[in-house]
């Protein structure tokens, strides 16, 4: 197909490189006109000087921005995404109808909105947040969780999708795909927290954190929290990706939409508010394992 990707940060980028390196032609865009001249320069296709130039010939429009606003920013307005698939006439596979996907984490008031405002226009939408983190977007290994008010939508973008998907799955209409991100991030919170009190309990013990993750990982306390960051935390390494600063945008949504449903969330209140403390420690892009670094004594802290 021809694709279009806005959005060339630490996840966009290289899922964009998957695309192309399953023969779409693939046309980007991003803020910074020298990244996309970068991205070009090293995996091919085209770099567009507006979201409305990149989406014009594309039958699929991917964006992954930064939150709601950001995303508003790149689909509406004359040079938005909206208007360059709109003013487009049938796809190359013949079909009238252009879908744009959503892999911008943001909330699910704006992907309801977003498939209505495209539903107007004949277009189709998905709204499809990932996790795994930057390392699955380079390996194309993420989950995608998808929202899509027609599932022939789905149906149709499925395969592109699974270009940098170990799995991919339409969890309902529009909006399904965020409310599931949400879940996601709730999980993830809590457990890095429950790691942390663990881990920083084990040093201060004197137990060998290696040796003790090495067996309690094997049972019931095992997560991919344990597996893949346990080792770097009690080393003060939180250099892997997902900052901080995007961890609290994410719960600020988890706890807007519970608000809204009201459903409390305790844990993750807590969570968000001792991500608040490591920012203030200078910690606003360490990595979401860094909570720990709250927990340890001033001398084993890290350093900025």
């Known amino acids: 197909m021809n694709v279009a990707f806005v959005g060339l940060g630490v996840m966009g980028g290289p899922m964009a490189r998957h695309l192309a ?59 938005g995404v909206l208007a360059g698939v709109t003013a487009g006439g049938a796809t190359t596979h013949g079909a009238a109808q252009r879908i744009i996907v959503d892999h911008t984490t943001a909330s699910a008031t704006l992907a309801r909105e977003l498939a209505a405002r495209c539903a107007e226009h004949g277009v189709g939408f998905i709204d499809a947040p990932v ?12 989950s995608v969780m998808c929202g899509a008010d027609d599932e022939a939508v789905f149906d149709r973008a499925y395969p592109v999708l699974m270009s940098y998907a170990k799995v991919c799955k339409r969890l309902g209409n529009a909006g399904s795909g965020q409310l599931a991100k949400m879940v996601n991030q709730i999980c993830i919170a809590g457990i890095a927290q429950g790691l942390s009190e663990g881990l920083n309990l084990a040093l201060a013990a004197g137990l060998d954190p290696d040796a003790l993750v090495e067996v309690i990982s094997q049972g019931a306390a095992g997560s991919w929290q344990m597996n893949n960051r346990a080792k ?14 995007w961890m609290r945008k994410d719960l600020a949504i988890c706890l807007e939409e519970a608000q809204r449903l009201g ?42």
């Open 21 to 79: 390196a399953k023969g779409h032609d693939v046309t980007v865009y991003n803020r910074t006109a020298a990244k996309a001249a970068a991205w070009v320069a090293a995996h091919g296709g085209t770099a567009a000087a507006t979201p409305r130039e990149a989406a014009a010939d594309a039958d699929m429009v991917m964006v992954c921005v930064g939150n709601d606003d950001d995303v508003r920013s790149v689909i509406y307005g004359v040079d």
């Open 131 to 142: 996790s795994g983190g930057q390392a699955g977007a380079e390996n194309g290994q993420l």
């Open 232 to 245: 770097t935390m009690v080393r003060n390494e939180f250099n892997f990706g997902f900052a901080v600063e």
């Open 263 to 304: 459903v409390d969330l305790p844990i993750t209140r807590i969570v968000n508010d001792f991500y608040g403390e490591v920012v203030e420690m200078g910690g606003r892009r360490w990595d979401t394992s860094s909570l720990i670094a709250r927990l340890r004594a001033p001398d084993d802290q890290p350093r900025e």
